[in-house]
Each structure stands twice: as structure tokens, then as C-alpha cells.
């Protein structure tokens, strides 16, 4: 639960400037690098990777770092279909050390053909930005990346890592961040290492629930960081005998995990938020409300990809936790500095979008929220006055109650449904990859059906 904006902050060996002629072999030896981790992910997120040593550094440059796509997850091909190709974008190289001596990780763009593919999402996020760029804009996000530390019980039930972490309500508690200092300052250590500006590690409103902050910047560094950290922690508390999870819901009790992105857009050094003489009383620019706009009119089929699983629907649907808050919206509203809403203005340069959770793939979470908004730029949509502390309008979207109703939307959306490459197809592919994972977790047999319908009648 961050409550500032701070500015983002660069490191030359891992900000996003022009290679120039340098090689990634040059790079990788001036950081004493051995092996690169030439990783994409899949439209759930999933990352993927070739480990690569420096001597075939070339060959990956080159294009000769094939994938089977079909075996790699969710994006777009058939067991039939030519290779994926990893092309590595040598501005995300990033060494990590602190996961093992002489490795990094290179962020790829896969190629089919000698194309981008337009359905890799780190490319329908380059794709977005481009249109973007056309209009003379940048996006610049923040993330706020939330995760729960839990142990597996050998009966496959889920404890929070820290036995004593058990507090009804346990947010920024000192002795829970205390007792897992050596976990948070390692991640600390490791993003400051980075560059990427870490200011804030804290305990969230849940049980085993962490939250660790680091400065905004550009859209896809922004991503590339998001998919970075949750390797980082994964991989440093598994070392500590712990698992991370990303899961929205993993505790019916417990407040869920989200993946709130603070956006704003710029053209140069100028923020376009901002806004004189403001009726509607939040400092904004018409730009900006007509952003928000059109974030809320396409607020139900977003959330086919702010909200991506089955789980995710547990955590929207939620109406109190532990603590007394899901901290999670039901309907499409904005208002101030208030957390109940799906659009929270903490200030005139940024506005929060809260709906998304940690099962969001950070890529098309971003992507498909910047053209929802631009759509309300282009058709200049008004939000209307903002919503009082708590409150809704009547007539304001409700978010979807499962992830089949996000699909259901999403198909009858035109504009999200052809956000991803500019191709609809491309949506309809993901909106019925969407639908079977609903189907094939509600052809199940659960526990509550048994004890509510065995002897029923």
C-alpha cells in the first residue's frame, strides 16, 4: 500500500538507452557475466528461458535461440508451428548476482518467421507503447508487487512461512517485518544493486503478506521489473526453505494480493495529468479524466487481464477479511485518496488502477489498460464527478463476478478484444484459452459440493 510517488531513478547497466554497436558479449564480460538467462513469458505470465552461456552470447543475438512455442504456455501456436525465436533487448540486460555469481537476465522479444510475434506479450506491449509514440506520448507505471511467504503442509494445505505471523490484522507490523529481515533486505539489497530505487518494504494487511516498492519508470521497464522481481523472489526465498506466491487468494480469510499500477502519461518532460482550474475538484487535466473514462467504461473486460485466473475472482468477490477490509473493488469507480475505489487520484500526476491482482501478467495488464484509456482520450468519454470516500454511482460498471463472466465481457468488448496487436483474433484466442481454464476448474468435484449436496435429498 504505497502512498507516494517517487521519481524513477537509472543505472547504466540496466536503463533503457541504445545499445549503440556494443555486443551483448561485450556487456555480459564488462559485468563479469558467464551466463544469461534469455527469458520471455507467456500470456499467464509464465517465464521462460534458455540458459546460455557466454560463448554462444552471439548465436542468441543473432537469432539462432529457438523455442517450441506450443510447449513453452498460453501463446498463440500449434505443435505444427515454426520455432519461437528469443531476440534480446540488450537495454534489459540485467546481471544478478545475488541469485548466482556470473548470471543475468536478458529480457527477449520472440520472433516468428523473422517477425515479432504478435502474440508474445512482451511484444503487444512494445506494440501499444509504439502507438502511443505516434501520439507524441509515454507512459510512465508504477507496481506495487505483493506476494504472501507460506510453506506447503505435507496434507498439500498452506501455513503462513512465519509460525508467528498470525495476527488478524498484521499490516506494517515491525516485528513481522522484523523477523523476516533477512528475506526483505536481501530483495532490498538486490533492487538497489539494480538501480531500480527500492524505498519501502513492509508488511501487508494479511497474514504472511509482504509488499516491497520500487520507483516508477518507462511502461516496459516498468513490466521487464515486475517479471524480474517475482523470479528474484521466488528464487531467494526458496533458498530460505519458503515459497512465494502470487496467488490473489491463497487464505479464504485473508485479504488478497493485488497488482495495483500507478499510470500516468507525459509527452517529453511534460506530465499531461495535471490539470488548472479543475471543476471536478482533483486537480486533473480533461486528458486525464477522459483517460480515467475510459478505463471505467471498459472496466469489465479488463479484467480478463487485470484479473486473470479462476482464483482472482475470490479476491474480487470477497466482501470482508481478518482484518475488516478486502481492499479490493466490486465496482468500476474513482474518486480521491480512497482505497474503495477502482481509480484512486492520490495526486494530479498519477491515478491508480486497483483492480488488477498478483496473478496479472504485467505486460498485458498494462497494455490493454493504456488502450482502454486512450479509447476515452480519442472519444472523449466523461467520468463524471468523482465518488465520495466509500461510494459508488449508481449506475457505475460492476467488475465481473467470475473469470467467465470477464470473458463474456471481454468478447462483447470491441476495444479490449482487438487491444492486443491491434488483432482480434489475437483476443478471441485468449478469450477462449480463459474459458476452458473456468470449465476445466469448474468440471471439479469440491469439498463444498459434498457436504452440501451428498444427502441433500
Not at 88 to 116: M, N, Q, W, Y
Amino acid at each position: 500500500m504505497t502512498t507516494v510517488a517517487t521519481p524513477e531513478v537509472t543505472n547504466p547497466a540496466t536503463s533503457r538507452i541504445e545499445a549503440g554497436g556494443i555486443s551483448l558479449a561485450d556487456i555480459a564480460k564488462a559485468h563479469d557475466v558467464r551466463f544469461l538467462l534469455a527469458t520471455f513469458v507467456d500470456m499467464t505470465g509464465k517465464p521462460c528461458a534458455k540458459l546460455v552461456p557466454l560463448e554462444a552470447a552471439e548465436e542468441l543475438e543473432n537469432g539462432s535461440m529457438g523455442f517450441a512455442g506450443y510447449a513453452a504456455g498460453l501463446i498463440g501456436q500449434k505443435p505444427q508451428d515454426p520455432d519461437l525465436v528469443a531476440m534480446p533487448d540488450l537495454a534489459s540486460f540485467t546481471p544478478v548476482p545475488f541469485i548466482r555469481e556470473g548470471l543475468a537476465i536478458i529480457h527477449c522479444d520472440p520472433h516468428v518467421d523473422g517477425k515479432p510475434w504478435p502474440y508474445a506479450p512482451r511484444v503487444i506491449l512494445k506494440n501499444t507503447l509504439a502507438r502511443l509514440a505516434d501520439k507524441g506520448i509515454q507512459a510512465k507505471i508504477g507496481a506495487e508487487v505483493e506476494y504472501f511467504l507460506v510453506t506447503k503442509n505435507p496434507d498439500g494445505t498452506l501455513s503462513t512461512a512465519d509460525a508467528n505471523d498470525d495476527s488478524p490484522r498484521p499490516c506494517y507490523d515491525a516485528r513481522g517485518v522484523t523477523r523476516m529481515y533477512e528475506h526483505l533486505t536481501s530483495i532490498s539489497e538486490a533492487m538497489n544493486s539494480l538501480g531500480w530505487g527500492n524505498y519501502a518494504n513492509d508488511h501487508e494487511d494479511a497474514a504472511g503478506q509482504f509488499e516491497q516498492n520500487f520507483n516508477y519508470a518507462d511502461a516496459l521497464t516498468t513490466a521487464d521489473r515486475v517479471v524480474t522481481l517475482r523470479y528474484i523472489l521466488n528464487i531467494l526465498a526458496e533458498q530460505r526453505g519458503m515459497t512465494v506466491t502470487f496467488m490473489p487468494k491463497p487464505f479464504m480469510d485473508r485479504t488478497g494480493t493485488g497488482l495495483h499500477l500507478h499510470l500516468s502519461l507525459w509527452s517529453g518532460p511534460e506530465p499531461l495529468f495535471p490539470g488548472e482550474n479543475d471543476p471536478k475538484g482533483l486537480g486533473l487535466s480533461e486528458l486525464a479524466y477522459s483517460f480515467i473514462g475510459g478505463l471505467l467504461q471498459h472496466a469489465p473486460a479488463l479484467q480478463a487481464f487485470l484479473a486473470p485466473t479462476v482464483n482472482s475472482y475470490k479476491r474480487t468477490g470477497a466482501t470482508t477479511s481478518s482484518s475488516g477490509a478486502t481492499w479490493s473493488p466490486r465496482k468500476a469507480s474513482f474518486g480521491g485518496n480512497d482505497r474503495t475505489h477502482m481509480i484512486r487520484v492520490p495526486d494530479n500526476k498519477r491515478i491508480e488502477l486497483r483492480s488488477g491482482d498478483g496473478s496479472a501478467n504485467p505486460y498485458l495488464a498494462i497494455a490493454t489498460a493504456i488502450e482502454a484509456g486512450m479509447d476515452g482520450v480519442g472519444t472523449n468519454i466523461d467520468p463524471g464527478l468523482p465518488s465520495a470516500p466509500g461510494e459508488s454511482r449508481a449506475d457505475a460498471h460492476k467488475l465481473p463476478a467470475t473469470l467467465l463472466h470477464a470473458v463474456e465481457a471481454l468478447r462483447e468488448d470491441p476495444v479490449v478484444l482487438a487491444s492486443l496487436s491491434c488483432d482480434e483474433e489475437i483476443g478471441r484466442y485468449y478469450a477462449a484459452a480463459k474459458e476452458e481454464e473456468f470449465l476445466t476448474w469448474h468440471n471439479q468435484v469440491s469439498d463444498w459440493e459434498i457436504r452440501n449436496y451428498l444427502t441433500s435429498i
